[in-house]
């Protein structure tokens, strides 16, 4: 069956530190898509960035880069020299073209916290 | 980026009355809206999904007949919520979709907040 698991509930780190976001999936579809959005203090969700599952290109896009790994089907979020306004939820979603509706399936979330 | 509104962002009602919560897409057309509840400190719980003019695919173990889905136009999908009780209270978001391909995002609204005392 399709899911998503989000293994860090909550991370920590003090500002200026990396951090990685760990999404490993689980899917039958030869085709699916995979999603990280950003869920801030407000609850309103911003989509980050979404990979489909025949472009295992990783992703650099400013402060942010992503790690899409079919071998292991993971897909992973790095954010480099973390700023306080990095604070949210963020949530890995994965869509499969199967399903007919395309609806996502969330992970659980990490909460990550940058302290000053 | 497209903008999806939700209204109310927040509501208080009693137990046993109605609630209707409104999503509209802005500068797009919207085949497809979702509706999620979302719990504190939790993951989004798609509740259903509404293609316009057409009933809503409603997910499993979530009532129909207590959350009514209207997708009416392009624009614009209702969700409202019959005979609310406190088990209801909840962050209610919605989203959108342009088109029907997987690899299109979806954009959310903002949410709305209910309580029902």
């Known amino acids: 069956a399709q899911k998503v698991t989000q293994a860090q509930t909550e991370i920590s780190v003090v500002e200026k530190e990396d951090v990685t976001l760990d999404c490993v999936y689980e899917t039958r579809d030869t085709t699916y898509y995979l999603f990280w959005y950003k869920q801030p203090p407000s609850g309103e969700l911003v989509f980050l960035i979404r990979r489909n599952s025949f472009d295992e290109q990783n992703e650099i896009s400013g402060r942010y880069s992503w790690n899409f790994q079919k071998s292991t089907s993971s897909f992973n979020f790095t954010i480099t020299a973390s700023q306080v306004v990095d604070s949210a939820v963020y949530f890995c979603a994965l869509s499969e073209v199967t399903s007919g509706t395309y609806k996502y399936i969330f992970g659980t979330g990490t909460r990550l916290k940058v302290l000053a | 980026g497209a903008v999806v509104s939700q209204h109310p962002s927040w509501v208080i009602c009693k137990s046993g009355t109605s609630v209707k919560i409104e999503c509209r897409s802005l500068?797009?057309?919207?085949?497809?809206m979702f509706w999620y509840r979302q719990f504190p400190k939790q993951s989004l719980m798609l509740m259903a999904t509404?293609?316009?003019?057409?009933?809503?695919?409603?997910e499993q173990g979530v009532e129909k007949d207590k959350f009514l889905i209207n997708h009416a136009s392009l624009t614009l999908s209702t969700l409202t919520v019959t005979s609310a009780h406190p088990e209801d209270s909840s962050f209610y978001i919605c989203s959108a979709r342009i088109g029907a391909s997987p690899y299109n995002e979806q954009f959310f609204g903002p949410g709305t907040r209910l309580t029902v005392l």
């Open positions: 500068d797009f057309q919207a085949t497809t």
């Open positions: 509404s293609n316009e003019g057409s009933k809503a695919t409603y």
